[in-house]
């Protein structure tokens, strides 16, 4: 046990200080190696933040964040929906802001890639386009078709003429060093044929027409003409080579997971970051060992697809891909902390990187070395063991170095291993979802219990806008998307010699529909509803109905659940009932095709069309007994917010289907009771190997989501307005907050990790280089390590919050560990004999430590009184007690 080495306190110092005194060079250029900036070629970590899928008040932490774990870039793409929903008039406010976001990533002294596509596919609604596009004579998307290309070049020209007027390009002394046009459109071109190629030129010609002054790329477009950079999309990018011998290796998207599984689904390996992670990590540096310098997580922070701007369809609201940065702002471990030192480790590396290429060369099967070696002595050396099972003992330049399966061992020096993938020395935590306690100012379960009003929404026709047409309509030309709901109407006659009223005939209705989902009303009530899937988004079903003599009224409530992103033609594919409705007398096989009839047809619910999820409207009713458990009712009622700062979800158990609004803004659609099947999961997992999305399933019979992210700076502290439509039916009483919250924080090492990267030094003799350190750091300011809940040197088991004793244990551990750790805000212990003793000759020994952190609210009033509030403070050291403020005066803090 000791504090941090003097030379490290000093390496961190510099560090800091190159970042914080970034320049954005006025010129940005490639060549075979990498992007060039200010004549300098660069070693470049990138990763996405999409601004509409956080807050405004959120962008400044998540930037800062992706700053400290070591980026230099952050990516966006622009999403053409939300700044042009109508042909013609833009809007870049609030979660919009654009300009802002981007000038935020400058004043962190990072960089931006402004992908502006204008497609992005990103799961979004209609892959980002505005619906509008559909209804323009003769347009066919992503084509060499003249009404789409001008409608395409006017979005791209008025954004580079916005961050021109903002001076935000490089070129100008701004942030931007990347652009990028189209997206994944080789995925799909073969689909267009020739016309396909032409597209790819203009679409070139025109971006690099727009003189931005900084470079632009295509992703996943391998022929892509001069001077564009095509670039890899993916898990596997590892082998990937540019076009062109005159570009640089770029990976655009390295995916850190993905986007939760559709609703309905299984949450697959992808969604289990630790094993997993290691996996992709090391093929993420195979990358780097062969000549890359550019690479960009697809997500570094996920964050939430707010209001109806999921695509899919049925993608979830939830857009966490588990990425570094969790979708509620916190930092997800360890993967964060992981991959901050590969950055240091890679930065390391990077004099030698962009000074020549790569020689590699086999150090047997499965394993090769990535040398970079320049006549001026400088060397960095990347050894790789890509067998998926077993380690590997190999020698480079008359050393023995051992490599974990699947990993990469980072020399900067060509001598010592800074780091190796397989090995992590960061800190886990577990994060949790606490609901609020009878001490807040709001009690979650009390919180809807009362006080609630409803508006029971109409079946079918309620609006004077609701036409006639003979036959049945596709419903996006219908709606443009401006709601979810589509409203089919037909009022038949049945006479009473009709075969579906003989002999007590059973009559059952049959509807076809393209999806995504229906419910079908018979003379005003359910008869009966169905929904597809994100593989086949098509319903089909047939209830038994009951028709009476006379007049029967059959209403049909078709709704989307995002608009297709993906694919060749995308923008073609339909939804609604196009049919056939049939009416079928089971008994006798009489049938009638109601298909071709006048059938009345309103767009949205007369919910939206009163404005009921702003919550002001007088249509509102409310009394002693509220309704629960109908389809077709709105909801709202008023809450104070949870106390305190941390992030909030909504609990939608007990919860149907519909959409969600808190003061106004949609927080997203929910559908919990869309459960996942429920077999085919598994307890345990092997995650070595390639990825695959049936592999390592979990979640079997729940919902694929039901915690909904509810922004702290859409709320005030009393006085909220909380609308639900509910479609299914639920319980609105069983609704309840929950905040965001780390548990336990955890770190394992063992003797044979490398010391932390911080310490590494060139010039130290290997045999006097430190050993390694367990690090422990609270995950947010104010806190402080109240208790060690786990402390084992020697053979521990298990994962953060399961630790276990091994065989092998020191007496000494936990007491040790606490008079290290209680009290501070971070502590570092020596993983050594020296400091633990040896409680087993001969066996390589770890450590595994997990803690518990407190968070210390201070009210300061006049300054001769403190007070601390301190949670649990029976469980701290009493050290923990003197408090340093920041004029540096010490202070007797009151327990309370």
Wanted: contains cysteine; proline residues 5%.
């Amino acid at each position: 046990m000791r504090c941090w080495p003097e030379h490290l306190l000093i390496l961190t110092f510099l560090a800091v200080g190159v970042l914080q005194t970034t320049t954005f060079a006025a010129n940005v250029s490639y060549d075979h190696r990498a992007l060039v900036i200010d004549g300098k070629r660069r070693v470049l970590i990138s990763g996405s933040i999409h601004y509409p899928r956080s807050t405004p008040d959120m962008w400044a932490d998540l930037i800062q964040k992706s700053k400290d774990g070591g980026l230099d870039v952050i990516e966006t793409y622009v999403f053409w929906d939300l700044h042009e929903p109508v042909r013609n008039k833009y809007d870049f406010e609030g979660r919009k802001d654009l300009v802002k976001f981007i000038k935020l990533i400058g004043e962190a002294g990072l960089y931006a890639h402004l992908r502006i596509g204008p497609y992005v596919c990103a799961e979004w609604n209609y892959g980002g386009f505005p619906l509008w596009l559909h209804f323009i004579p003769g347009i066919k998307l992503r084509t060499d078709n003249e009404p789409f290309k001008t409608e395409m070049q006017r979005f791209t020209a008025k954004i580079v003429d916005l961050m021109k007027q903002e001076n935000l390009y490089a070129s100008q002394g701004g942030p931007i060093i990347l652009s990028q046009i189209e997206n994944e459109y080789g995925n799909i071109d073969s689909a267009y044929g020739s016309a396909a190629k032409r597209y790819i030129n203009w679409a070139a010609s025109m971006a690099t027409s727009l003189d931005t002054g900084v470079p632009w790329v295509m992703c996943q477009q391998a022929d892509a003409p001069d001077p564009m950079i095509n670039t890899c999309n993916g898990f596997y990018c590892d082998q990937f080579t540019p076009a062109s011998a005159n570009r640089p290796k770029m990976w655009t998207e390295n995916w850190t997971g993905c986007h939760l599984e559709p609703l309905g689904f299984f949450h697959s390996a992808v969604l289990r970051p630790t094993d997993l992670w290691k996996t992709l990590l090391s093929l993420w540096h195979v990358f780097f060992q062969r000549g890359g310098t550019f690479q960009n997580y697809y997500m570094y922070h996920g964050g939430t697809n707010f209001g109806r701007s999921t695509g899919g369809p049925f993608i979830a609201t939830s857009y966490d891909y588990d990425a570094p940065i969790d979708e509620y702002g916190l930092l997800r471990q360890p993967k964060w902390g992981h991959l901050k030192d590969v950055h240091k480790a890679i930065k390391l590396c990077e004099p030698a990187m962009v000074a020549t290429d790569p020689t590699i060369s086999s150090l047997g099967s499965n394993l090769e070395a990535s040398v970079y070696k320049t006549g001026s002595g400088l060397c960095a050396a990347f050894l790789a063991n890509v067998g998926t099972q077993s380690d590997a003992t190999v020698n480079f330049n008359g050393n023995s170095y051992q490599l974990p399966p699947w990993s990469v061992s980072i020399l900067p020096d060509c001598k010592n291993v800074v780091l190796n993938t397989a090995k992590i020395n960061s800190a886990a935590t577990i994060p949790k979802f606490v609901r609020q306690s009878s001490s807040d100012a709001v009690d979650a379960s009390e919180a809807f219990l009362s006080g609630w009003s409803w508006f029971n929404e109409p079946v079918g026709i309620s609006s004077n806008n609701a036409f006639m047409k003979p036959g049945l309509l596709e419903q996006i030309n219908t709606t443009a998307d401006k709601s979810d709901y589509l409203w089919y109407s037909l009022s038949t006659n049945i006479k009473g010699g009709e075969p579906f009223l003989k002999d007590g005939s059973q009559t059952v209705l049959h509807v076809e529909s393209l999806g995504h989902a229906l419910h079908a009303y018979v003379n005003g009530k359910l008869a009966g509803s169905g929904k597809g899937n994100s593989n086949n988004a098509k319903v089909s079903i047939d209830v038994p109905i009951t028709l009476t003599p006379g007049k029967n009224s059959i209403d049909l409530l078709s709704l989307t659940v995002g608009l297709q992103n993906y694919g060749a033609f995308f923008d073609e594919q339909g939804a609604g009932i196009t049919g056939p409705v049939k009416l079928v007398g089971v008994n006798n096989g009489s049938t009638s095709d109601l298909s071709s009839l006048q059938w009345t047809y309103q767009t949205g619910l007369k919910g939206e069309e009163l404005g009921l999820s702003n919550g002001d409207s007088s249509a509102w009713v409310s009394g002693a007994a509220l309704p629960k458990e109908q389809s077709l009712i709105w909801y709202k009622t008023n809450f104070d917010a949870p106390s305190g700062t941390k992030p909030i979800a909504l609990d939608f158990t007990g919860m149907g289907k519909g959409e969600a609004w808190v003061n106004g803004q949609s927080i997203g659609r929910y559908w919990p009771t869309y459960t996942a099947p429920t077999s085919g999961c598994t307890d345990s997992c092997n995650y070595k190997g390639s990825y695959s999305s049936n592999k390592c399933l979990k979640n079997c019979g729940k919902p694929t989501q039901k915690l909904y992210h509810v922004p702290r700076s859409w709320l005030r502290s009393s006085g909220n307005t909380l609308v639900l439509f509910e479609e299914t039916g639920g319980d609105p009483t069983q609704l309840s907050f929950a905040t965001r919250e780390i548990g336990s924080l955890c770190s394992h090492v063992s003797e044979s990790h490398p010391q932390p990267v911080e310490m590494w030094r060139s010039d130290q003799k290997t045999g006097n280089r430190p050993g390694p350190i367990l690090s422990l750091k609270c995950p947010s300011p104010n806190q402080v390590i109240s208790s060690i809940e786990f402390a084992s040197f020697g053979t521990p088991r298990g994962t953060c919050g399961s630790f276990s004793h091994g065989k092998c244990n020191s007496s000494q551990a936990l007491s040790i560990v606490q008079k290290a750790c209680v009290g501070l805000e971070s502590c570092h212990v020596d993983v050594s004999i020296d400091t633990f003793g040896d409680p087993c000759m001969g066996v390589t020994k770890s450590l595994a430590v997990e803690a518990a952190s407190v968070h210390i609210s201070v009210n300061l009033g006049v300054a001769t009184r403190t007070t601390f509030f301190l949670p649990t403070w029976h469980e701290v050291d009493p050290a923990f007690l003197i408090i340093s403020l920041s004029d540096c005066q010490l202070v007797k803090a009151l327990v309370v």
